[in-house]
Structures are given as C-alpha cells and as structure tokens.
DNA sequence: AAGTGGTCTAGACCACCGT
DNA sequence: CGGTGGTCTAGACCACTTC
C-alpha cells in the first residue's frame, strides 16, 4: 500500500477506532492534518473522504470534522464485505463446512455468473455459528477460472482474505439484494428455529474491479439474531 | 445548483438513464470528457466519482469507464433516499395516511431522537400502496423545530421534496438497520398478510449536513412484495 | 473578521490494459 | 507502445460557521 490517501486513511481510522478523538468528538482541521502528513490538501480530503465513505464522520462548512455516532458492534455491515469475522468482533465466530465441491454451472447459475453452462465452480455451503449458536447459512459459487483452489481449511477461515492476501485478487463491486422469506424445512433444523419463522436473506453478487463476476452468494440469516446496518451520506 | 461536477454528474446519469451509453456499454474517456464541458480534470473526475458511488458506471485502470448492468428497476434503493416514488419507478404508488398528528417525545423516543423528553414531535403512519396492493407501513417523526409544519397533503406526497424544495433542509446522512420480525396482528391486517408471516424491517434515523437527527423512521414491509438493492463499491 | 470546509484549475508523473 | 485511469502537488477563490 504504497498510495498515500489510503495509509492516512487507514492511520485515521485506527485512531477513530481507539477512541483518540472522543474526547473533542472533533477531527483535526485539514490545516492541522496536511501538516501532520505533510501532504497536499488534496491528498488530505482524499483520505478523509474514504472516512465519510465509511460513516466515520462528517464534515460540515465552515465548522470542522465530527465523529459519528458510534455504530454498534453487533451488526452486520453492508458497507464493507469483510465478512462476519471482522463485522462481529465482539463475538466468537465459528464455521462449520456443510458442503465443498466443484460442479458444472447449470443455466440459472451461469446465467446469474454470466458464463458458459458447464463451468467448472466451486460450491461452498457453510454454517456460521456466532456464540456458539447457529447465525447464517452461506451458499457460495466461486468461478473456478478466477478462484483455482480452494479446501475446507480455507473455507472455515475467512475466505476473502484468502482471495486478496493470497491469490491476489482485486475486489470492485458488489449488488446485494435483500429480502425475507418463510424458511424451509432443512434450514430451519440448521438454525434451530421453527419451519415457517421468517429468515432474512442477503443475495451477493461480487465483481472484480475489471467488472468481472466472480462469486454469487445467497446467505440465510437466523430472524432473532441477525441485523445488517449500512451507513449512507448524502452529497 | 450551480456546482460544476454536480451538474456533471447529473447531465451524464441522465444520459446513462436514456441508454445514450448501450451500445458501447462505455462512457467517453475522461479526455473527452473535459473536452466536452470545458472543465478540468479533477471536475470530472469528481462527476464521474458520484455515478460510480450511485453504481451506474466502473473504472477499470488502463481501459476506460463501463457502465454496471442495469439494476432492475422494482427494488428499493438503500443507497438513495429519495422515497419508494423515486425508486419504483415503474409501479403506482399510493399513500393513505393513517395518523398524523402532533406529540410529545417519550423517553425512548427522546433518547433516539438525542432530544428533550417532551420536545414536540410530528407523528405520522402511512400505509404505502404499490400497484393497488398494500406494500409497506411507514411510521416517523420528525423533530418540530425543524420540520415546523407538516400536514395530510405534503405526507400523501413525498415528504421529502418538501423537506428538501420548500423548507430547504439540507439531508447530509443516514443510519439505516435492517431486519426482519414476525408481523403483529395490526400491521397484518393493513398488509394483507397472515399475523406471525415475515416482515422485513427497516428504521432509519437522518441527519442534517451539520449532525442534527431530525427524523426517525420505521418501515415495515409486504415480504413477498419488497426487495432492497445495496450497490457496493471497494476502493 | 477569522477559521474551516467546498469547489476548481493546471500540470506532472505513475500504473495498468490492450495491441 | 499508445491510451486510459490513478495519485499527487500547489495555489486560488468561495461559502458557511462562529464569535
């Protein structure tokens, strides 16, 4: 991360999240912070910006840079796809492999991916389990032409620090539609709730930044326990 | 409006909406670009930044500017908050209003809202009606002081135009939480769903440009009928 | 009036994609 | 290699808040 914007992004934000600015409730001036960094204003409103983006804080004319609302710790962030283990962290995570194999891609699913039918795909179905009770059930599809390996090992860490750290892949954008249905049967007994209770379900499709659709995923999330929060500005 | 990139941005996502960009499925280079409104570069990039937050369009270093699959058009937009009339665009949307009056901030109320118990508060319920059939129930309250005045006309419409075009408040940021409930027997009713079915939930709380809460809210949604779209970008 | 963020310009150099 | 985005700088002027 040679790219300067993003390192005083990072600093801020670790300094956001340790509390350094709680007590003014106040960011430094840009003033203050271009001479800190020693760096351009631009390169300054840059990083901040990544901060709003983030729902960090906001700015407002003439008047400075003010800490948000801390957001609470126990909701999933529609924001970022870090994924449960770095959106719980107050919680103990754990992942239970349901099933892993490579498949054929049939028409509904290359159609969603847009590849050909009878891609090679990795097919991932994974229980997550936060305090030792049921939360989610993932089902992923990887292209394997993109993603060429993956094992159980992986799989019950996180795998998308997996795919940036180690295959080096280059994550662009994502949709997320989300709705909430009546759980079937098999889930229900998985998540320990009654067939018929509500579940909230996040449909994933990620793309790398050359546009390229690379995984789809449908997540079923347990009704009592689950919350997504997503933090949104407007400018 | 006299912002040059704002102005921009809104001329090209007219031009995306109007499909001027299909056939290549790719905007001019930012060269053209400056060329054609005769502003610098940054400008430009600014506009382009805002269509990419708004997922309309990707960059792809080295290659150019694409425009992301369109999104279908029924689903509620998390990233905007221009209303349910802005995002289904294709639907007849309907409001009946069922309560609308004038309160005193409770001590929950008053704790969310970061005001005084007592304040005075718009109360409002609306039941929203999509293609003749009941869609969601909305319930919010707007601190008074800010928002002075409120009545059944400007409620059956977009508040938000109001908020925004007459009383010229200007909308900075939002936490949205999402999730999702079995449905009591009143709400049931009103949407035409059996009590104990799925509801998908979403509360909201706004905040002006300069922090100020000035309105909480509480959806609750048709769970067959809504469906909300997350466009995500990682950079 | 002083302080602080918002917009805009002009120009330089780097990094990546495709031919 | 040429084309295209990505990062960075330096400086000017404007708009809003605060006192």
Known sequence: ???????????????IRDGKFDRAKKLPTEEELINNFKVSRNTIRKAINQLVNRGYVYQV?????FLREKSVTDYI???SLRGLTKDLTSKIIETKILEL???DADEVIAKQLRCEVGAKLYYIKRLRIVDKEPFSIEISYFKKDIVPYL?????????YSYLIEDLKLTIGFADK???????GEANA???HVEPLDPALIIENTVCLTNGTIFELSKSVFHYQKAKILNRINFK
């Open 61 to 65: 004319q003439g008047s400075g840079m």
């Open 101 to 103: 194999h490579v498949l």
């Open 177 to 183: 539609v989300i709705n909430c249905e009546k759980i």
């Open 151 to 159: 094992n159980e090992d992986i799989a019950s860490n996180s795998i």
């Open 1 to 15: 991360m040679a790219v300067k914007y993003k390192e005083i992004a990072e600093c801020l934000e670790r300094d």
């Open 77 to 79: 962030n529609l924001g």
């Open 189 to 191: 007994r998985l998540l």
